[in-house]
């Protein structure tokens, strides 16, 4: 748990490596500038499992041979050592060319193993190990959950099954061989496509035989071995292939996997239709597991799914898991083409997976649902995780140049600016040459572990266009502010927009180079119309875009008959903070007026963040302020507009999170005075617009069954967010009504909805509530966790001891990921005002939580550290107290290299 990650870097390791048994290394950072490619290929994988609870068997044949790239600058192949991977592991035999091995010929130590002279010659290298599944609580390698086997080997799991060259850039063909007892695991799964299956020792044990014959770095490999339902199904591809879809969940839950089956099918379509992209095996599987470390995973042919994310029906998931399930669906199958047949180098080109496949999920999302509402969700997700990561001490590149511990970087930074990152090459480059770059890219890398750069040239080589400094935004970290003004003469009928760009200084880069920008821009004239944009140069702006390079422009537009009012950033084309000085009265003509609907709740959203803002300083001299009426008079204008569909409204009418106000501010935050602020504006809007939200949430309700589609979820989200504003009020029939949705929900939708309000109001109805949640549902494992997670984030003074108490429900468990982030996650996380209590009580509680965690799962205590990151950020008397608690972990004993990473650099940053 303790060691470092190995040097997967040389290909040639250091000559003098410690003597076995080794002490666990002081963390050691890998950079990006060290990368080698590795000393040895392995070209062929077979691997024979034979399963067991605690001590699964795992024989692996590796075909290996001397890299010829990477010989020594004479050209001459040196034979070197060679040095494979491997992390807890039981050491059986080792044999080079069937020749057993003497412990004189390799070297062992607790991160791998050395062959000291290996042949200059390719040659076969078999290997036996043992692992223990059911004392993997790390869940990475092979371990148990819910009686299944399974696999997680991203990023560097693979490593924990077998001795192995565990780098992304080492691509090789797998046979799979599992043996089991039937009873325990009738189902066998691997990657590519089934060979063979059989029954041995008169029915004791039984095998099955998985080929695929598509190289892949070991991080995709995937096993799976349970007593598991299968649903079954098919897909004929393109050019009329049929594929055998599977998935495969706990029994009594097959019906539930019934909405993720639609996905994939829509998922697969839509990737041959808009990318031109054909699936390639015979069978796609999907295994939905309960505990998981993160989302799903992309294994070839061999998908694995934490449950929450596969499993719904209208009675256990909400509109948005349901939304998620088709989106990560729609992302691990995309990854098949962008991961899989061509991966990544090396894991600090993660992002060129990534990225690239957030942007195709949030493309796919976009077609299926509604456009605007989509890019809306996205833009909110980005700015609520990413930018706050961007402004503190865990800001990093899209592409990192150096890490401790790779799955620290599974990030918003990676993950959603990565995606912002590709999807501005579109207003850059036109839509037809990025369609044309994306298929070069595809034909010129497919079967390669491939680079940033590699996929960026794909796009110069098509369009022509130089994008040497589009690719600082790889490499610079922080959000640009783009700082406007807009003067306009009316004499001379011109209108000059000035934009300048500022770059943040982040840790380690203080000063930052001007980027390649496209800024999308309107000018509305008075009565809401589109004026032309002409260039005072002759020029016009196709499509709006202005593409910025350096740090200051001016654009002077000329024929401009009125005072124009501007519409900056529309549909979001770059991942930038936007500062320009607009009247009140121009940001409610914006509301009003603006052809880019996007743009239109862009001013909705930050007419709700001053107006939060203005509020809170307001309340901090001790008065009181009637700041929000204006506001919710604006309000009221667009969400009875019928010419506006549902979703989007309720998206209007959704205020800025109270994470979200306290970004903004950025300084000296007090997140109780922004609690009250938040309050306060939703019983102003709630009153004043009383009526309209009434008549709203009695023409919203469904009538006839349930449909996950985008229109019915789009009216269930808006009759909702109405429920939240009109509960604000805080009157007695308002109290009734919510009581009343609980009660008479028939999806869990609205009731998961009522339950987080009850929960945050709390007195006997929360508390009627909450007990008929739980008794319905404690033998849900998925659905209990909304149960927990509405606790965790009532904003009452007492739930730090609710939430203590609920670590010890016999429902909780530590070792179960989605335990923790339902609870505790959804506390530090979900619950702003009392995680940073003023007694330092509920930092005391998450950093005594992270410590338990960080002997059982690394990677989920790294991850709750998180909660952290705008430590710094908060009013001097919370930001001590924050200080002092994470000063205690950063001095603990034996902390995991996940953990000791993060906590350095929030201290430090
Ligand atoms: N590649 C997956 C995410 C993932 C990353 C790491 C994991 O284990 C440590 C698991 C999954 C995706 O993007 O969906
Ligand atoms: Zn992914």
Same mark, same amino acid.
């Not at 839509?270 to 015979?282: A, H, K, M, P, S």
């Not at 109405?722 to 109290?735: C, E, F, H, I, Y």
């Not at 929360?766 to 007990?771: G, H, T």
């Given at each position: 748990m303790n060691a470092a990650p190995s040097l997967a870097w040389d290909g040639a390791p250091a000559a003098e490596e410690p003597v076995l048994p080794m002490k666990p290394e002081t963390p050691r950072a890998i950079h990006l500038k060290d990368y080698r490619p590795p000393a040895y290929l392995i070209d062929k994988v077979a691997l024979d499992f034979d399963l067991d609870k605690t001590?699964?068997?795992?024989?692996?044949r590796l075909s290996v041979r001397p890299n010829p790239d990477a010989r020594g600058k004479a050209g001459a192949l040196k034979p070197v050592p060679l040095r494979l991977d491997g992390e807890n592991l039981e050491l059986a035999s080792i044999a080079l060319d069937l020749k057993p091995l003497g412990k004189k010929d390799y070297r062992l130590t607790d991160s791998g193993l050395t062959l000291l002279k290996p042949p200059s010659e390719p040659f076969t290298l078999e290997i036996v190990t043992f692992v223990d599944p059911e004392a993997n609580k790390a869940l990475s390698g092979l371990y148990r959950t819910n009686n299944v086997y399974c696999t997680q080997c991203e990023a560097e799991g693979f490593r924990r099954i077998t001795y192995f060259l565990d780098r992304p850039d080492v691509l090789a063909t797998y046979t799979v061989r599992i043996e089991a007892d039937p009873n325990e695991a009738p189902i066998l799964l691997s990657n590519g496509n089934l060979l063979e299956r059989g029954v041995l020792q008169g029915g004791k044990r039984h095998y099955a035989v998985w080929r695929d014959p598509f190289p892949k770095?070991?991080?995709?490999?995937?096993?799976?071995? &349970?007593?598991?339902?299968?649903?079954?199904? $098919?897909?004929?591809?393109?050019? &009329?292939?049929?594929v055998a879809l599977g998935i495969y969940v706990e029994h009594g839950k097959e019906e539930r996997a019934a909405w993720a089956m639609d996905s994939l099918k829509r998922a697969m379509r839509?990737? /041959?239709?808009?990318? &031109?992209?054909?699936? %390639?095996?015979?069978v796609f599987n999907i295994v939905a597991v309960s505990d998981f470390n993160m989302g799903a995973m992309e294994n070839k042919g061999l998908n694995v799914f934490n449950d929450r994310l596969l499993l719904a029906s209208p009675e256990t998931a909400t509109d948005t898991i349901f939304e998620a399930i088709e989106a990560v669906i729609a992302h691990e199958y995309f990854h098949n083409w962008t991961g899989d047949r061509i991966t990544c180098r090396d894991w600090f080109q993660l992002c060129l997976k990534e990225g690239l496949t957030v942007f195709r999920d949030q493309e796919f999302s976009a077609d299926e649902r509604s456009a605007t509402v989509q890019r809306i969700v996205d833009v909110r997700q980005l700015k609520t995780h990413q930018f706050a990561e961007d402004a503190g001490p865990l800001a990093h590149p899209v592409r990192p140049e150096s890490y401790i511990e790779i799955n620290n970087f599974y990030t918003a930074t990676v993950y959603e600016k990565g995606a912002e990152v590709v999807r501005m090459l579109q207003p850059l480059l036109g839509s037809e040459d990025f369609r044309r770059g994306m298929d070069l890219y595809f034909e010129r890398h497919d079967g390669e572990a491939a680079t940033v750069e590699d996929f960026v040239r794909c796009f110069e080589d098509v369009s022509g266009i130089d994008l040497t400094q589009f690719r600082l935004w790889y490499s610079q970290a922080g959000t640009p502010e783009l700082v406007c003004a807009l003067r306009y003469d009316k004499g001379k009928k011109t209108a000059e927009l000035d934009i300048e760009q500022v770059l943040p200084a982040t840790p380690g880069q203080p000063h930052k180079k001007p980027l390649h920008i496209p800024v999308k821009l309107g000018l509305l004239?008075?009565?809401?119309?589109?004026?032309?944009?002409?260039?005072? $140069?002759?020029?016009?702006?196709?499509?709006?875009?202005?593409p910025l390079t350096k740090r200051k422009h001016t654009f002077r537009f000329v024929d401009v008959p009125s005072r124009p009012v501007p519409s900056l950033l529309r549909e979001f084309s770059a991942p930038v903070n936007v500062t320009?000085?607009?009247?009140?009265?121009?940001? /409610?003509?914006?509301?009003?007026?603006?052809?880019?609907?996007?743009? +239109?709740?862009?001013?909705?959203?930050?007419?709700?963040?001053?107006?939060?803002?203005?509020m809170v300083s307001i309340l901090a001299q001790g008065k009181s302020s009637a700041r929000g009426n204006r506001y919710a008079k604006a309000l009221g204008a667009t969400i009875v507009s019928d010419a506006l569909e549902p979703a989007y409204r309720a998206e209007v009418l959704k205020l800025p999170t109270q994470a979200d106000v306290a970004r903004v501010i950025g300084k000296n935050v007090d997140p109780a005075l922004i609690h009250r602020a938040h309050r306060a504006l939703s019983r102003m809007i709630g009153r004043a617009l009383g009526d309209t939200l009434e008549t709203l949430y009695a023409s919203m309700a469904g009538n006839g069954a349930f449909s996950p589609d985008a229109a019915s979820a789009g009216r269930?989200?808006?009759?909702?967010?109405?429920?939240?504003?009109?509960?604000?009020?805080?009157?007695?029939? %308002?109290?009734?009504?919510?009581?009343?949705?609980?009660? %008479?929900?028939?999806?869990?939708?609205? +009731?998961?909805?009522?339950?987080?309000?009850?929960?945050? /109001?709390? &007195?006997?109805?929360?508390?009627?509530?909450?007990?008929?949640?739980? %008794?319905?549902?404690?033998h849900d494992n998925v659905v209990i966790d909304t149960w927990f997670a509405a606790q965790a984030q009532s904003p009452l003074a007492g739930t730090l001891k609710r939430v203590e108490a609920l670590t010890r429900h016999p429902l909780f468990a530590l070792t179960a990921p989605n335990k923790v982030r339902a609870l505790i996650g959804a506390f530090a996380a979900g619950n702003p005002v009392q995680f940073n209590r003023p007694d330092g009580a509920g930092y005391a509680f998450h950093i005594d939580q992270v410590l338990a965690l960080d002997r059982i799962n690394p990677q989920i205590a790294a991850r709750m550290l998180g909660a952290f990151r705008s430590w710094r950020t908060l009013e001097t008397g919370r930001r001590g107290l924050a200080r002092k608690a994470l000063q205690r972990l950063a001095r603990s004993k034996d902390l995991s290299s996940d953990v000791h990473e993060i906590v350095s650099k929030i201290l430090e940053g």
């Open positions: 001590r699964t068997r795992v024989r692996s770095p070991c991080y995709l490999f995937a096993l799976v071995g &349970g007593d598991l339902a299968p649903i079954a199904s $098919s897909f004929r591809t393109m050019s &009329g292939r049929e839509w990737d /041959e239709q808009r990318f &031109g992209r054909e699936y %390639d095996l015979d004239s008075g009565n809401g119309d589109e004026l032309a944009l002409k260039l005072d $140069s002759g020029e016009t702006v196709p499509d709006g875009i202005l320009i000085d607009l009247s009140d009265r121009d940001v /409610e003509f914006l509301m009003a007026n603006d052809g880019d609907l996007f743009n +239109r709740w862009q001013a909705a959203n930050s007419f709700a963040t001053r107006t939060l803002v203005d269930r989200a808006l009759r909702n967010a109405a429920l939240t504003l009109l509960s604000a009020r805080g009157g007695k029939a %308002d109290a009734a009504r919510l009581a009343k949705h609980y009660a %008479d929900a028939t999806n869990m939708t609205d +009731r998961a909805h009522a339950l987080f309000l009850l929960a945050a /109001e709390g &007195g006997p109805a929360a508390e009627r509530a909450l007990a008929d949640f739980r %008794d319905t549902w404690m």
